[in-house]
Every structure is written in structure tokens, then in C-alpha cells.
């Protein structure tokens, strides 16, 4: 006999090849695990897992004991300890409300009654809703030569009608509570109305 007969088969990583006088449920498309867990290593590793995380649980409170000890802080900051701080001048908008509700109670007045643009050349600012009813009586007014090249625009049409793209900081566009009477009088007690 030859040293090569009596030596045992050696060791396949991957197991029995199938087809080998392999038995059923062995091979790797076995579908379960050939060998048990093994049970030293894992309490090996959950022994010195546990040790890091008890070392680690020292370790913390000795560093936050350390910088209790060391380190002053104040009671937290909040918001209500101190009044609100004006920025640093300029001051552009020192109250933005008021001023947000002057600018728009101005826009408001603008387009709902009778003004003077300029009174020497007699050009006045109709309300509105008047001034879309005189456009949808007499229609708008078309040019005789139509520009073209660059000067020509073409405005595309607006998406929706309505809605907050629409309305401004002021909202004043949604409103549309009839002001054409008492604006009609306004102006001709102005003497704008002939």
C-alpha cells in the first residue's frame, strides 16, 4: 500500500460534493446549518462585550464627575430670560407691522377711489372694478403697426386665475365690497368729473 491510500480524505471547506454517496439533507443546498454554533467563542465574545460596556459605563461618569467638578455653566438659556434685542442700526423697518398695514390700507384707498395723477395734464386714477368696466365696454386699445423683432413681447397666459400668486402681501386683491359708489361721488365732489 502507498502512503497516499492510508492517509484520511481531506477536509472539504465547502462540504461533500453532491453525488459523492452523500446522504439526503447534506451538501450545501442543504437548507439548515451542517454544524451546531459554537458555544466557547460565544460566550467568549457576549463575556468581553459585556466587560467594554461596563468600562465604557465607568469611564462616562468619571468624565461627566470631572467636568461637573471643573466647569461652571449657568442656568440654561431660555427665551423669556431676556426681552427681545432690536438688531443693530440701521434700523430700516423699526415696526414692519405698522408699516406693513399703512402700505396697505394706501394701496387700498389707490384702487378704490377717484385721484389725481397729474392735475395739470388732468389725469386722473379710476377705482378698478370701474375701470374693468369701462375695458370690457369701449375694449382696449390696439395699435396701428404692431411691434415686431425685439421689441415685440408675447405675454403668456396667466396659470390660474386667482389664488395667492395673485393676492400680494396685502390681500387686497380678493376683496370686492362695491366702493364704485361711494368713490363716484368722492370724485365729483373733487371737481374731476366734469
Not at 468624565?63 to 427665551?79: D, I, K, N, W
Not at 432690536?86 to 384702487?111: F, G, M, T, V, W
Amino acid at each position: 500500500m502507498s502512503m497516499e491510500t492510508n492517509r484520511p480524505p481531506a477536509h472539504d471547506p465547502h462540504g461533500p460534493a453532491a453525488g459523492h454517496g452523500a446522504g439526503p439533507g447534506t451538501g450545501p443546498g442543504a437548507g439548515y446549518e451542517q454544524r451546531d454554533a459554537n458555544i466557547p467563542d460565544l460566550l467568549k465574545f457576549g463575556f468581553w462585550m459585556a466587560v467594554v460596556i461596563i468600562v465604557t459605563m465607568f469611564a462616562m461618569r468619571w468624565t461627566f464627575g470631572y467636568l461637573e467638578r471643573t466647569q461652571t455653566v449657568q442656568s440654561p438659556a431660555t427665551v423669556f430670560v431676556r426681552p427681545r434685542e432690536l438688531p443693530p442700526s440701521p434700523r430700516l423697518q423699526a415696526a414692519p407691522r405698522a408699516e406693513l398695514k399703512d402700505y396697505c390700507d394706501a394701496q387700498e384707498k389707490e384702487l378704490n377711489t377717484y385721484g389725481w395723477v397729474d392735475q395739470r395734464l388732468r389725469v386722473v386714477h379710476i377705482p378698478v372694478d370701474q375701470a374693468m368696466d369701462l375695458v370690457l365696454k369701449n375694449g382696449l386699445p390696439i395699435r396701428a403697426n404692431p411691434p415686431t423683432g425685439a421689441a415685440a413681447v408675447t405675454v403668456p397666459p396667466a396659470m390660474s386665475l386667482g389664488g395667492e400668486d395673485l393676492q400680494g402681501p396685502c390681500g387686497y386683491l380678493s376683496k370686492s365690497d362695491g366702493n364704485a359708489q361711494g368713490a363716484a361721488s368722492q370724485a365729483e365732489r373733487l371737481g374731476m368729473i366734469p
